[in-house]
Each structure stands twice: as structure tokens, then as C-alpha cells.
């Protein structure tokens, strides 16, 4: 917190659960001249809201991370997650760094949610303008089937970054289509490499 508020000018939040280790951080906070820009709380990571934080530090056991997970999660799509040593199991990191002296930084963007049926137009090279994408999601990696009116169906996979989707497709011609799409609740807008005039647009199916 004390870092992120000297190097980065930022409002930064502490939660810690040893009220004597929360009173040692407060004290160098006011010694690093950053008190008016750090908070330090004495609580619990499971019950204390942060929801609003744009970037969340760790530094938990592995369990905890897992236990912590799901309400990672629910954070707005877009918000960066940093762990320090520890990895969040199944949830693979988006990035990853090790130093010189061998210690491992991992790094998460939330994704957003987007599994379901969407109804899709604008793709090009396929039998029709308007197909159907059906998303199994798992954390920000998808695999889904894309469908045409003329039934046919091509199996893809995709990844998210925040609300930004991407995947590709190969159509008619055999060619590859490479598609970069923003989320923005139930509705998607993007475009299609090579097709620069192109908008892509779908929507989410209740």
C-alpha cells in the first residue's frame, strides 16, 4: 500500500488481520509522508468490502487465494490482480514473472462474464450474416460453438482479457478470421482482422 501510493500516486487500502502488524503499517505510513493517501484496516480480507479496488494485491496462501476466488471474481471486469508467490489453482494466470533471485509474481485481469447463447452479425465468410456463438466459460479462457441459419457449426475456443473478447474462426474459404470483440453487459461490439470497415455486433440471449 505504502508503495503503491509513493511510486504511483495512488489510493491505496491495506487490510490486515493482526491489529499489531496493522498498527506497524499505519506507523510507516506517516514515517514514508503517505498517511493522507493510505489506509490501513485492522479486518478480515473475507468479510471487508473492496470490490471498488482497480488493482488488488496478495500476498495469501494458497488456500486463502482459492477461498478468496469467487469474490475475486464478482470484481468489475478489467481489475488487476497481483499475487505475490502464490497461484490461484485452476484459475491459470493471465502473465507471470520470476526475479533474479528466484521469487514468482502472478497476474490476473478479471474477466467478464460471458457464457451463454449470443446472437451474432457482421461475421464475414460464413453462409449467412447472422450466427449463433454458444460460450462454456472457464475463469477467462472459452470454448464455444459458433452456428450458422444454415446449421453449420464450427467449434472454437477464446480467451478473455476484462471485457475484451477474443477468438477465431475459419470460414468458407479456409481462411482463418481473427475476431477482437468489447463486452459491455449483454451486448458485444468489435471487429474482424483484415476487415477494417467491418462492426461486428451480437447480443446476449435471456
Do not use: C
Not at 499505519?26 to 493510505?38: F, T
Not at 521469487?103 to 490476473?108: A, D, H, K, L, Q
Amino acid at each position: 500500500a505504502i508503495l503503491a501510493a509513493k511510486e504511483f500516486k495512488a489510493t491505496a487500502v491495506g487490510i490486515e488481520f493482526n491489529p499489531d502488524m496493522a498498527e506497524h503499517a499505519r506507523k510507516n505510513a506517516q514515517r514514508a509522508g503517505v498517511s493522507n493517501k493510505v489506509t490501513i484496516i485492522t479486518g478480515d480480507i473475507f468479510k471487508e468490502d473492496f470490490s471498488k479496488a482497480t488493482v488488488l494485491t496478495l500476498y495469501l496462501l494458497p488456500r486463502l487465494n482459492i477461498k478468496l476466488r469467487p469474490k475475486i471474481l464478482e470484481m468489475k471486469p478489467g481489475t488487476r490482480v497481483v499475487s505475490n508467490t502464490f497461484t490461484m489453482g485452476e484459475w491459470t494466470a493471465d502473465e507471470t514473472v520470476q526475479t533474479d533471485n528466484g521469487y514468482m509474481g502472478y497476474f490476473w485481469i478479471v474477466p467478464a462474464k460471458v457464457e451463454g447463447q449470443w446472437s451474432i452479425q457482421g461475421l464475414p465468410d460464413l453462409d449467412g450474416s447472422q450466427a449463433t456463438l454458444s460460450i462454456n466459460q472457464r475463469f477467462q479462457r472459452f470454448d464455444a460453438r459458433l452456428q450458422t441459419r444454415q446449421d453449420n457449426i464450427r467449434k472454437i475456443s477464446g480467451k478473455m482479457s476484462g471485457e475484451t473478447m477474443h477468438f477465431e474462426y475459419v470460414g468458407q474459404s479456409g481462411n482463418r478470421r481473427s475476431v477482437v470483440a468489447k463486452i459491455k453487459g449483454n451486448l458485444l461490439e468489435g471487429t474482424v482482422e483484415n476487415f477494417p470497415s467491418l462492426v461486428v455486433r451480437g447480443s446476449k440471449q435471456p
